[in-house]
Each structure stands twice: as structure tokens, then as C-alpha cells.
């Protein structure tokens, strides 16, 4: 199994990206190979501010590797370093068809009303993301709900391609299904996911926050007056007690179930305590390797440099069989 997976550089990263989607990349790397990359190629398919796009994807990957990847065991590295993704890219261009485009309902949401005004990048992404994903030979990708269009899409243009120029270059992938996603939802808000643009820095755990900040956080989260229930389905009614528990069984790998049922019938004063020391004593020493790393560019610059040079490697048989292929 080898297993390929994008993530979008963004920075002032917080326990939402951490517990909903870095940490599964964590768990990923001890089960299979595991080729993980900042999608800063992606990035660009709208306007992101040159400066700011380079402190996020180096910001990105200081965190990958704070929480737990491990770039000797995963090939860690950014798009833009490998150019066999844009050069691949173009060769798939011509073999994905407008129609199978025109059908992709991400574009739809993404451009929303402004369709004229958008980016051909935006519009001709989901073909970079078969390239990323072929030009490895990936035979799994995971996909949440709204990417699994794509990955049908990353299949049909193997297929095509495969068929048209009479080879058996590119690996089919077979989707890896998430289940549910973990959603972190606000601290002051049950209803609002925690995200980096709430303007409210209490609305959520910064993944550099230290451990007082994390302790009175949680203390002041919004919650209701009710002890905890004995059973999920009461616990649904209750959005801020819902997104505690959350926390509390994804931080400590357990289900919701089995937090309620050590806390059924305690009291928030009794329960917050005990995840704000879950919280910190999780968070602290990604946080000391975060920050850490975060200061030592030119450490992370290395880490990036290495894993580019083991995916170009790995990419460079493919991209030149596709030029074979076609005849060029
Ligand atoms: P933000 O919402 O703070 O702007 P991004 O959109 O940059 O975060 O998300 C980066 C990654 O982190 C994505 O994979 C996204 O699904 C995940 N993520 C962001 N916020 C949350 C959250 N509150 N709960 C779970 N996952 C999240
Ligand atoms: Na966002």
C-alpha cells in the first residue's frame, strides 16, 4: 500500500487542525508508505500573499513534524519543490475532458458567483491532484466526502490515458473512506468550527499556547448547567458540551461513549479540569518541538529539502514513461 496525501499550508494552526487532520496522518505513517505534501501548488489557485504563503507552508510542516510525523519514516515534502506535479499536470490536462471538469461541484462552491473571475488553476485543480497522486503510483488515497469526485476523476483520466496511449502506467487508487471527520468546534460557540479567522483568540487552543492560556481556555469555555448525560443522543441537543467531550475522547483515543461513561452525571466543574490536563499534557511537547522548529527556518528547509529529493526520485520514473508514451 502506498498512500498519498495533501494537506494546504495555512498558518496559526490551532487543536482543529491538529485533532481533525494532522493527527491522521500521524496514525497513517505506522500502517503503510505514506508520501504526505504542503499543497502550496494548490494554494495559488487564489491570490495568497507570496510572503505569507512561504511562513505558512514552512509553518505547516513544522507542525507535521512537531505532532508526529516523522519525515525518516514518511516522505515529507512541499509540490512546488517536486516540478514532475506541474509537469505531469500538463500531460493530463490533455487527456481530462471539459466535460469531466465542467461536472466537479467543488468548482461550483469555490468560484460561487464569480466564475468568469476565477482562476484557470482553480478551475483545472482536481487534474493537478491526479497528478500528485499518480505520479507516485499511490494505490490509496484518503478522501473525505467532498473530494471523492476527484479521486473518480484521478481514475477516469488514468484510465484514458492508460487506454488511448495503449499502457499500464498509471495505478488506479482506491479511495481510503474517512469516517466522520473530527470536528473542533468554538470554544465560544458550539455551532462555529474553531478556526484560525475567528477573531476571538478564546475561541480556540493555539497550537502555541502554553499551558496556563490552554488551562483557562478551557475553563472559560461556554458550556450549559446540566451534568454530563449517560448517552450520546442527549448529549446531540448540547452543542458546547458535545464539542468538550469531542475534544476529550480525540485527544485521549477513546469514543465519546466511553468519556460519558466516566463522566455521566458530573458536573463541568468536575470535567473541565480533567480535560484541560489532557489538553496540556498532550499539547505541551508538541508544542516545545513546534516552537522550536518554528525557529529554525532553516532546519525546516532541510527536512523539505530531503523529502523533495526522495519524491522526485520516486516521481521521475513515471513522468518519463508518460512522455514515452506520448511520443515526446
Ligand atoms: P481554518 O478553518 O482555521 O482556516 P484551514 O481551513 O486552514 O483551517 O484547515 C486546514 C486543515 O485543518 C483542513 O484539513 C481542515 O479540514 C482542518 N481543520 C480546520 N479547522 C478544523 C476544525 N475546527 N475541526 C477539524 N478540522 C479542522
Ligand atoms: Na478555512
Redesign the pocket.
Known sequence: MRVVSG??P?G??????Y????KKWVAMQDEMECLFFLADLHAITVYNEPLALANNTREMAAALVACGVDPERAVLFNQARVPAHAELAWLLFCTARMGWLNRMTQFKEKSGKNREGASVGLYAYPVLQAADVLIYGATHVPV?EDQKQHLELARDIATKFNSDFDTELFTLPDPIIEGP??????LRDGSA??????PSDMS?INLTDDDDTITKKVKKAKTDPEPLPDSLEALEERPEAANLVGMMAALSDRTPEDVLADFAGQGFGAFKPALAEVMVETLRPIRERFVALKSDPAAIDAILQQGSEKARALAAPTVAGAYRALGL
Open positions: 494537506i494546504q495555512t496559526n494552526l490551532h487543536l482543529g487542525n485533532l481533525g487532520a494532522i473525505g471527520a473530527t470536528r473542533v468546534m468554538s468550527k474553531m478556526s484560525k479567522s475567528d480556540r
